[in-house]
T-cell receptor
Framework: DAKTTQPNSMESNEEEPVHLPCNHS???????IHWYRQLPSQGPEYVIH???SNVNNRMASLAIAEDRKSSTLILHRATLRDAAVYYC????????????FGTGTRLTIIP | EPEVTQTPSHQVTQMGQEVILRCVPI?????FYWYRQILGQKVEFLVS????????KSEIFDDQFSVERPDGSNFTLKIRSTKLEDSAMYFC????????????FGPGTRLTVT
């Protein structure tokens, strides 16, 4: 499994963009980069994933470095509901792949 | 929107007792998982299940643990003889098909072993 490094915590003001970084320098060529988040007292929730190109969905954007050794999850306009622990998880798709969660980044949103 | 459900939300049991945690994955999903999270620690993979058999299990998933899909809709995790260190949140997850990426997690069952 690729090792990941994320800041332990970050803060952002409500309604401002948030950039959550992740280093995954040992990622293999076939690993997808998944991002999940865990809201307080809830199960993890899928946010977004990508392989090489930047990706957008209704929740967030994912910017992937050209060498794929790092990625950044972008929340364009943070709301209080986005306060959660965010995990980046490189993992090879093989049908029944497990997710290996690290300690993630605890995002606090300041009203 | 379809969701994974888990029952009970909280289970209290005495050390040495058997517990069964129940999950109803999203209908038509093919891949099933159990994870656990000890309070204040990481979410840890326990086991994956596909085509009525275990695909992969972690070191945590020893002989005290078993999984079953008894009736095509439920997916259960049994702990035969609970220990204090089994106290944790247990999350069930499911995934649709081989090419899908997203795992859908349930709200979890909090297991407290006294």
């Amino acid at each position: 499994d690729a090792k990941t490094t994320q800041p332990n915590s970050m803060e952002s003001n409500e309604e401002e963009p948030v950039h959550l970084p992740c280093n995954h320098s040992t990622i293999s060529g076939t690993d997808y980069i998944h991002w999940y988040r865990q809201l307080p007292s809830q199960g993890p929730e899928y946010v977004i994933h990508g392989l090489t190109s930047n990706v957008n969905n209704r929740m967030a954007s994912l910017a992937i470095a050209e060498d794929r050794k790092s990625s950044t999850l972008i929340l364009h306009r943070a709301t209080l509901r986005d306060a959660a622990v965010y995990y980046c998880i490189p993992e090879k798709p093989r049908g029944n792949e497990k997710l290996t969660f690290g300690t993630g980044t605890r995002l606090t949103i300041i009203p | 929107e379809p969701e994974v459900t888990q029952t009970p939300s909280h289970q209290v049991t005495q050390m040495g007792q058997e517990v069964i945690l129940r999950c109803v994955p999203i209908s038509n999903h093919l891949y099933f998982y159990w994870y656990r999270q000890i309070l204040g620690q990481k979410v840890e993979f326990l086991v994956s299940f596909y085509n009525n058999e275990i695909s992969e299990k972690s070191e945590i998933f020893d002989d005290q643990f078993s999984v079953e899909r008894p009736d095509g809709s439920n997916f259960t995790l049994k702990i035969r003889s609970t220990k204090l260190e089994d106290s944790a949140m247990y999350f069930c997850a499911s995934k649709g098909h081989p090419n899908s990426i997203e795992q859908y997690f349930g709200p979890g069952t909090r297991l407290t072993v006294t």
